[in-house]
């Protein structure tokens, strides 16, 4: 019975009643399209940056830094910020190894080179990478040209994209085994490298960031970025660490000679040795465990349908007491992935406010309506309605209204977004392509944020009628029969 008397007032407040679908209907619309585009661009950075280089857990340094792969995510102090080391890496390394959940776990150390081939001098960030784990752990990553690196070599892999933009520059194709020179400037001098080119690769979910990475041995990057490297070497002999307990004068004993007794120069040293010793040297550089030394992080990927949060609370149980933490991949990402939420959190915010300046305007039309009805009221009062009985018709009439302008709402950006879709818009811009995971626009209806949307035309349809429901509560029966 109630429900007829609330669909007839509707119909017979026509009028009022279209103006509040409009209203709802465009918030809700608005709202719908705004987040499926935000929700598709999630989806799209977690594909790129989880199957490419983030995987699932990234362990990193607990510094009280929110920090990425790339560096610190807190731009004010990026410059003045270096990627700490692990501690302990070996422990944690097993910790990780023996998760249950855990499908590849791999090691990354990072760094920043200038490279130059063919001519082309660009600044690159470079990835040391455990070459015996780290691609099985990136399915997106697909070997174009060359092979993958291999454990204990020295090369290096560029993407199809810098390729494609060092060709166009110079008119020559890059071949596989050209040699690639990285350079590092720092206070102590340059140090440089040369390595030949192994691979080409690209991704199945491509970014703009992820092109301009480079893939190397860790020996490589720690050289050039002067990470010192673990060493298992036995400690030094009771004569050398002796020279450490004695006066310092004693340095400067019969070792160096005296004015009185000159020293003679040591007859078997020559240019030669010199050289020869260096030659040792770098052998012997190049002949170490070059899974040893210090990383930066330690990558995991989980099993398929494993869920991340419950795994990455009980990792970081595991490991208190060692000076490092699990991030997800968003943190690990870096500042393209936390800008989305950033934009996420602001489009709501407008939603929000436009939410507030459409609710108003509603709460005027039925402060409107509830004085036209105010004979109406009346008379249901003076015959025995009850306080409640007119708060439900009038909330009642509202929340139908509502609901249906919400439904209309996300129907209208439904049809939106298909005809969207079906127009195939080609992203030219980089960033945008980035955001939204490709280059063509394809955003797909999402149940959550169509629900979510929903939730928002009810929500507006309830708060601005309570104070309409109560104004008409308060009509008193006497009203009416003034009004005849």
Same mark, same amino acid.
């Given at each position: ?111 920043? $080179?200038?490279?130059?081939? #063919?001519?082309?001098? !660009?600044?690159?960030? +470079? *990835? %040391?990478?455990?070459? &015996? @784990? ?103 002999? $009771?004569?050398?660490?002796? #020279?450490?307990?004695? !006066?310092?004068?004693? +340095? *400067? %004993?019969?070792?160096? &000679? @005296? ?118 009221? %009346? ?45 195939a818009v080609s992203l030219e811009n980089p960033i945008l392509s980035t955001l939204l995971g490709g280059q063509i626009i394809n ?18 349809g309830l708060f601005a009628s309570l104070y309409p429901v109560e104004t008409a509560v308060r009509i008193e029966p006497i009203v ?5």
């Amino acid at each position: 019975m109630i429900l007829l008397q609330m669909l007839r007032n509707i119909f017979r407040n026509r009028k009022n009643s279209l103006v509040i679908l409009l209203l709802v209907g465009v918030i809700t619309a608005l709202s719908f399209l705004g987040n499926s585009i935000l929700s598709q661009s999630q989806k799209g950075l977690q594909a790129s940056y989880r199957e490419n280089i983030t995987a699932d857990l990234v362990i990193q340094r607990d510094t009280g830094v929110s920090m990425s792969l790339f560096g610190a995510n807190t731009p004010i102090i990026d410059e003045f910020f270096t990627l700490p080391v692990l501690p302990a890496h070996e422990a944690v390394y097993q910790i990780a190894l023996s998760l249950p959940e855990a499908e590849v776990v791999t090691s990354q150390v990072t760094g920043s $080179a200038v490279l130059d081939i #063919l001519g082309v001098r !660009e600044p690159v960030p +470079l *990835f %040391g990478v455990d070459a &015996g @784990t780290y691609f099985s752990a990136f399915p997106g990553i697909r070997l174009k040209e060359g092979r993958f690196l291999k454990p204990g070599e020295q090369g290096a892999m560029i993407s199809a994209a810098r390729a494609e933009r060092i060709e166009k520059r110079k008119k020559t194709k890059v071949t596989i085994g050209e040699p690639l020179l990285f350079t590092t400037a720092a206070s102590a001098g340059f140090k440089i490298r040369e390595l030949p080119l192994v691979g080409i690769f690209s991704y199945e979910n491509p970014a703009q960031l992820l092109d301009e990475l480079v893939f190397t041995d860790p020996q490589t990057v720690r050289a050039l970025s002067s990470i010192l490297l673990a060493s298992d070497e036995p400690d030094p002999p $009771a004569e050398a660490s002796g #020279l450490l307990s004695g !006066e310092i004068d004693d +340095l *400067f %004993g019969d070792a160096f &000679g @005296t004015a009185d007794e000159p020293t003679e120069p040591d007859a078997g040293f020559s240019l030669d040795e010199l050289k020869s010793r260096l030659v040792r040297e770098k052998d012997s550089d190049e002949s170490q465990d070059w899974r040893g030394g210090d990383w930066n992080f330690i990558l995991i990927r989980l099993k398929a349908g494993v869920p991340v949060g419950p795994v990455q609370t009980s990792l970081n149980r595991q490991l208190e007491g060692y000076g490092v933490r699990a991030v997800g991949w968003r943190t690990a990402a870096g500042n393209t992935a936390l800008l989305v939420l950033l934009v996420q959190a602001l489009f709501n915010a407008g939603i929000v406010l436009v939410g507030i300046a459409g609710m108003a305007a509603i709460v005027n039309i039925l402060l409107i309506a509830v004085f036209r009805r105010t004979r109406e009221i %009346g008379t249901l009062r003076a015959m025995g309605a009850s306080d409640g009985y007119i708060r439900t018709l009038v909330l009642g009439e509202n929340l139908i209204l509502s609901g249906l302008a919400g439904f209309l709402g996300v129907l209208a950006g439904w049809i939106g977004l298909t005809y969207l879709n079906r127009q195939a818009v080609s992203l030219e811009n980089p960033i945008l392509s980035t955001l939204l995971g490709g280059q063509i626009i394809n955003v797909s209806f999402s149940l959550s944020v169509a629900m979510g949307s929903a939730a928002v035309a009810l929500g507006l349809g309830l708060f601005a009628s309570l104070y309409p429901v109560e104004t008409a509560v308060r009509i008193e029966p006497i009203v009416a029969v003034k009004r005849g």
